[in-house]
């Protein structure tokens, strides 16, 4: 069966530090992969998706970026955190292309930037 | 792009009682609809989807929901609800390479 792992599952950052959150995806292979981020009353918006290594749609410009060095392993980064970065971060991944498929989610990322 | 509104943020129901969530979808096509939960803290978990054919499917956790073209509307419903169905639900729209989530409803059960 497939699994996805993400880490660290909390994160407490100052202002104008880096980020690095980790996706892996377990059971499967060549899965579209997706960074959502879930702020309080908001619902979930698409930050990235990706259809394969090295391949990265961005959804939402911004300070933030995503690699896919791996064909299961995806990450989420930041050379300087801003105060609106806080939030909860989901990975997700999929068979098949985005918005046609059902999307399974990891635990998430919960990220405090003070 | 497409777009969805759930439009009650806060529902608060009795344990036992019947339950109904909006969702409404903006779309061109012909959408692919979701429905997921999400528990305090945690991803979130597929309930069902509706992709083409019946317009009432069925989901996990004894959920179920119809698909109305003329309405633009996905609801979801459950005929008596459980202290364990206390969640945070979320409608989805996805199609032409996008995904929109709605916002979210928060589902309380009264004892």
């Known amino acids: 069966s497939q699994t996805i792992h993400q880490w660290p599952a909390t994160l407490v950052q100052p202002v104008g530090s880096p980020l690095s959150l980790e996706c892996t995806v377990e059971g499967t292979s060549n899965p579209n992969l997706y960074w959502y981020r879930q702020a309080a009353g908001r619902g979930l918006q698409l930050l990235f998706y990706s259809v394969g290594i090295g391949q990265i749609s961005s959804e939402v410009p911004q300070n933030l970026s995503a690699s896919r060095p791996q064909d299961r392993q995806f990450i989420l980064s930041s050379k300087k955190?801003?105060?609106?970065?806080?939030?909860?971060?989901?990975?997700?991944?999929?068979?098949?292309?985005?918005?046609t498929d059902?999307?399974?989610?990891?635990?998430?990322?919960?990220?405090?930037v003070l | 792009a497409q777009s969805v509104t759930q439009p009650d943020i806060h529902i608060t129901v009795s344990e036992g009682a019947s339950l109904e969530l909006r969702c409404n979808y903006s779309y061109g096509a012909?959408?692919?609809?979701?429905?997921?939960?999400?528990s305090p803290g945690q991803g979130l978990q597929l309930l069902l989807k509706y992709f083409s054919g019946d317009t009432l499917v069925q989901g996990i956790k004894g959920f179920e929901a119809e698909f109305k073209r003329s309405q633009s509307s996905f609801n979801l419903r459950k005929p008596s609800v459980h202290w364990s169905d206390a969640a945070e639900y979320f409608c989805a729209v996805g199609g032409n390479n996008d995904m929109r989530f709605g916002a979210g409803t928060r589902l309380t059960v009264k004892p």
């Open chain 1, 81 to 99: 955190l801003l105060l609106s970065d806080s939030g909860f971060y989901l990975c997700a991944w999929s068979r098949v292309a985005v918005g």
């Open chain 1, 102 to 112: 059902t999307q399974y989610f990891g635990p998430g990322t919960r990220l405090t």
């Open chain 2, 30 to 38: 012909t959408p692919y609809l979701f429905w997921y939960v999400q």
